[in-house]
């Protein structure tokens, strides 16, 4: 059995993470390792939270540790909220207002072309090694579907069906999402 430390404190990215990890990998989270407070997270990029993030979890433990940094980036808004999607509609990191706010920025807008994106950060003895995994898709007219958490209810894959993430079943959802394609170049570069 490998041993490692899922270095997010989303329960929803433990979630989806857990169900694409490798057989014979038992992952733990950065509360079973003991840690009670945020995770450190001060970087202006998605790159640097999750170095961020796993890099405390290794010094603190000396256990390969796998953090997630993820964002939402709309073209006409420059990127945004980019790697500032938890906090976009202000610092309480609600996911209601952060997905009414992206709505209103949006009124009106012929182009509502995004992508999401997941930073893998892999923190070892070795050292860090960072993976990407990218979605492309669109930014719905209105919220729709149930399942999943964040920007889900808004955003359209373009390899789907036209329905968002939120109207797709967690395992359909995870087939093509940025998280698993990052978790995939994870384990091709293992
Ligand atoms: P950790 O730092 O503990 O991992 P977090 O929620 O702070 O958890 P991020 O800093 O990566 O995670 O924030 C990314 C935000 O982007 C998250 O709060 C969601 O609103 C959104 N997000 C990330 N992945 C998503 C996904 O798969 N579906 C929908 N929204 C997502």
Sequence with gaps: MNKIILATQNAHKLEELRSVLPEGWEAQTAFDAGIRGELPETGSTLE??????????????????????????????????????????????????????????????????????????????????????????????????????GYDRIFIPNDGDGRTFAEMLPEEKVAMSHRSRAVRAWITGL
């Design 48 to 149: 640097e939270n999750a170095t961020q993030k796993a890099k405390f979890l290794w010094d603190y433990c000396e256990i390969s540790s796998l953090a997630d940094d993820s964002g939402l980036e709309v073209s006409v808004l420059d990127g945004a909220p980019g790697v500032y999607s938890a906090m976009y509609a202000g610092p309480e990191r609600s996911d209601q207002a952060n997905r009414s706010l992206l709505l209103a920025n949006l009124v009106g807008a012929t182009d509502r072309a995004a992508r999401f994106r997941t930073v893998l950060a892999w923190a070892t003895a070795e050292g860090i090694q960072l993976y990407e995994g990218v979605v492309y898709g669109q930014i719905a007219l209105d919220e729709r579907g149930e399942y999943g958490f």
